[in-house]
């Protein structure tokens, strides 16, 4: 880890870091001495990877509380199309 960047030497891709791997994610961090730290990310967004020779350099974080508004919004219209689609089937059925 390097700030919010992390190195793997597996690959990573978009469709290893979705939405569910993303959940949760917790970081394991052990410095020269041996001593090791975790880091728990909730709801974390990937902003980016790139392939470099040292292996897969990607960024972690967690949304701003903006993003978090955002994603409960868009789940209340998706909720409500679904509804309103639902209720549209009943009725020209």
Not at 11 to 34: C, P, Y
Not at 79 to 88: H, N
Request: charged share 30%; proline share 2%; with cysteine.
């Amino acid at each position: 880890m390097n700030g919010s960047m992390f190195v793997s030497q597996e690959e990573v891709t978009a469709e290893t870091l979705n939405a569910e791997a993303l959940e949760a994610v917790t970081i394991t961090e052990t410095d020269e001495d041996g001593e090791s730290r975790e880091t728990v990310l909730h709801d974390a967004v990937c902003d980016g990877i790139l392939h470099w020779p040292e292996g897969w350099l990607f960024n972690l974080r967690e949304p701003s509380a903006e993003e978090q508004q955002r994603k409960a919004m868009q789940e209340k219209i998706t909720m409500l199309e679904d509804c309103l689609l639902e209720m549209s089937e009943a009725v020209y059925a």
